[in-house]
């Protein structure tokens, strides 16, 4: 009984915690039909900020809202790369995360920076209810966190910029016609996703006790599986409930995991299997048509 | 608007697509035009006459070549990017897929509409007042659209997402309707709704127009002037007196003195019905 409520409060902190890449990934590949894979890049970004101004003796809520800051950055430098110079979104997206991996390094000056001994979040938290630090108050402090956000975005994506911005994702020609500019939602929008992610590798840097230049690999296919998994389960249907079908999404993939793990999975095979994951619902649409006989469009390259 | 009443005047517009390749086309040929406030000018021509083109141009989709100069109300617009044209002038595509975003609701597709060359900020796109100002833009249609503001728009019915996409183009009351084929994909008597929705519409709010359209009879039937295009020149202009009791082989009279070639697109002659 203990195995399996400590596995799901795992699961579940965890799920909270890469949620937030989740709803980053769901801005940009589901709303904004860009396909940004400047995650594997701007994750560990947000660990290096974050992790740097700690030790450097930076207030930890300040050393995490600059490391959200950094997201922001690398989103934009992304968006202004497809906007403004016309490149490739993906394209866009791989040369960022590529740059990042150095500017990452330059950042840390080493590839592993060790967090345990320092002050992080968490323990201020649990100073300031007078508590030790514990699986339970990470959860919670992930909670009302993943509260906070989920309800900025759920407001966000009804105004009237954010309506400019969904629009964007499904039709940029009527957005222009109707005079919104897509190249500043695009902007926007790649902006907030990479913020998000920087903030979720920020608070994954402090609770686990250390940053690693290499955090960030496969980040991206993490991502995209719990927007898929969440979506699969959940059929959601509107913004509210698409943010939180992603947020159980997340949750669900990590007690995946948490289960293979458990059952004996090596936990270097786990990003092939996530990998395959993606791949198998990514195919199971192909596949449905092919049985249907249904006509499928040629594979996009570009 | 301008002194004498211009609404939107184009000078020396010229477009050449694949330039200096074998594919290079000519696609706009030198054109003046000066639409007058309160003119509905139907445009008609075949296929690569440059109809399209020319909204294109006018919409800001992409720059004429250099020395064009595009001016509407007075102000020159040329190099103002097509988002920001927006503010003067609507549109309505000739695939109602284009007009309308699928997945978003009636009154999130209303919502853009409405913020036409307005700020967009941070208050919540829909709201009760709104709604009703949707319904009363609705109800005129006929369709029981205002019934449905939360209906994603794909699951309207093409027809249906011309007719909103109609609203959502004259909702804002630019100074200028750019209806591109907008019936071209509709079937005979939902085209015929459209259409006469969208002569409703453009009399109601005394909105200077451009129609283009493959379709004779309609062009002289509609609208009180008529521009009859060919390999990017405007080679017939006829205004209200001139045009009416024209007929159709009228037309393609005053087609083949002006072109010197005989008329032969029969997908012009032949009414859609």
């Known amino acids: 009984m203990d195995v399996i409520g400590n596995l799901l409060s795992v699961s579940l902190y965890e799920g909270l915690s890469y949620g937030f890449v989740a709803m980053g990934v769901y801005i940009t590949f589901r709303v904004l039909a860009f396909p940004d894979l400047t995650v594997d890049g701007s994750f560990p970004l947000g660990g290096a900020v974050a992790a740097v101004l700690i030790i450097n003796g930076v207030n930890p809520w300040l050393a995490t809202l600059a490391a959200l800051g950094a997201g922001l950055g690398a989103g934009l430098g992304t968006s202004l790369l497809n906007t403004k110079l016309r490149i490739n979104a993906l394209l866009a997206g791989i040369l960022m995360m590529v740059a990042l991996y150095s500017i990452n390094l330059l950042i840390m000056g080493r590839a592993n920076i060790p967090l345990l001994r320092e002050i992080t979040v968490f323990e201020l938290v649990a100073q300031l209810l007078g508590l030790s630090t514990s699986v339970t108050l990470s959860l919670v402090f992930a909670l009302v966190l993943t509260c906070i956000i989920l309800a900025i975005l759920n407001w966000f994506l009804r105004t009237e910029i954010g309506l400019a911005l969904r629009a964007t994702g499904e039709n940029e020609q009527m957005v222009r016609s109707l005079g919104a500019d897509t190249d500043l939602t695009t902007i926007l929008g790649v902006s907030i996703s990479n913020g998000l992610v920087a903030l979720s590798g920020a608070l994954i840097a402090q609770n686990q006790g250390f940053c690693d230049v290499g955090m960030g690999i496969g980040m991206i296919v993490m991502g995209l599986a719990s927007v898929i998994i969440g979506e699969g389960i959940f059929r959601p249907r509107g913004i509210t409930a698409i943010l939180l079908a992603v947020v159980g999404g997340s949750f669900a993939y990590r007690l995946f995991v948490g289960i293979a793990l458990r059952l004996g999975l090596a936990p270097t095979n786990l990003k092939l299997i996530t990998a395959l994951l993606v791949i198998t619902a990514l195919a199971i649409p192909y596949i449905r048509k092919k049985i249907r006989h249904e006509w499928i469009p040629p594979a996009v390259r570009m | ?273």
């Open chain 2, 1 to 273: 608007m301008s002194e004498n009443g211009s609404l939107l005047q184009l000078k020396k517009i010229n477009k050449i697509f694949s330039r200096g390749t074998v594919d290079q086309i000519i696609a706009l040929n030198n054109i003046e035009l000066t639409v007058n406030a309160g003119d509905f000018i139907t445009i008609i021509g075949s296929n690569g006459a440059g109809k399209t083109t020319l909204l294109n141009i006018i919409a800001g989709v992409y720059p004429p070549e250099r020395g064009g100069k595009i001016i509407i109300n007075g102000k020159d617009i040329t190099n103002l990017s097509e988002h920001k044209r927006a503010r003067y002038i609507g549109r309505v595509f000739q695939d109602p897929h284009i007009g309308t975003a699928a997945k978003m609701t009636i009154e999130e597709n209303l919502a853009m509409a409405l913020l036409r060359g307005q700020r967009r900020g941070l208050g919540i796109a829909t709201n009760k007042q709104r709604r009703e100002l949707f319904r009363s833009a609705l109800a005129p249609l006929g369709l029981g659209l205002e019934d449905r503001l939360n209906t994603p728009v794909g699951t309207l019915s093409g027809g249906q997402r011309q007719a909103l996409a109609l609203v959502m183009a004259t909702m804002s009351k630019p100074s200028l309707l750019l209806l591109d084929e907008h019936i071209a994909t509709l079937d005979p008597r939902t085209a015929q709704i459209v259409l006469d929705l969208s002569e409703m519409i453009v009399r109601r709010e005394k909105m200077t127009t451009i129609m283009v359209t493959h379709n004779m009879e309609i062009a002289l039937r509609y609208g009180n002037r008529l521009i009859m295009m060919h390999k990017g020149r405007t080679i017939v202009d006829l205004n209200q007196q001139q045009r009416s009791n024209l007929t159709v082989n009228d037309l393609v009279v005053a087609f083949e003195r002006a072109s010197g070639e005989q008329f032969a697109d029969d997908s012009i002659l032949l009414p859609d019905k």
